[in-house]
Nanobody, 122 residues
Framework: QVQLVESGGDLVQSGGSLRLSCAAS????????MGWFRQAPGKQRELVAC???????QYADSVKGRFTISRDNAKNTVYLQMNSLKPEDPAVYSC????????????????WGKGTLVTVSS
């Protein structure tokens, strides 16, 4: 069983920055992929960014150039540096893990954290 715990969500002004963290524990097999997903009120959960244990990254078009995903494999922790936050970025950001495969997608993840709330004020 895998546990994921997110942190770092906060209220920030438009144009500001936040760094989210997600620590994973439990039985995690390599290769694997860890990613950030978000769900805004009234919208479906969507992929924001993903990174494999081999450090292959993918990003949603809406965050390219503004968000950076990274990971510390020794700590089983993934980070999301969010810069130039926009009014359309507020959501509950959740961490997902796919253990045993580098493939990352909303449907592929088999473990989830509870999420952390990001709010952007204009």
């Amino acid at each position: 069983q895998v546990q994921l715990v997110e942190s770092g969500g906060d209220l920030v002004q438009s144009g500001g920055s936040l760094r989210l963290s997600c620590a994973a524990s439990g039985n995690i097999f390599s290769p694997n992929a860890m990613g950030w997903f978000r769900q805004a009120p009234g919208k479906q959960r969507e992929l924001v960014a993903c990174i494999s244990s081999g450090v292959i990254r993918q990003y949603a078009d809406s965050v390219k150039g503004r968000f950076t995903i990274s990971r510390d494999n020794a700590k089983n922790t993934v980070y999301l540096q969010m810069n130039s936050l926009k009014p359309e970025d507020p959501a509950v950001y959740s961490c997902g893990l796919k253990s045993g495969s580098s493939y990352c997608s909303l449907k592929a993840m088999n473990s989830w954290g509870k999420g952390t709330l990001v709010t952007v004020s204009s």
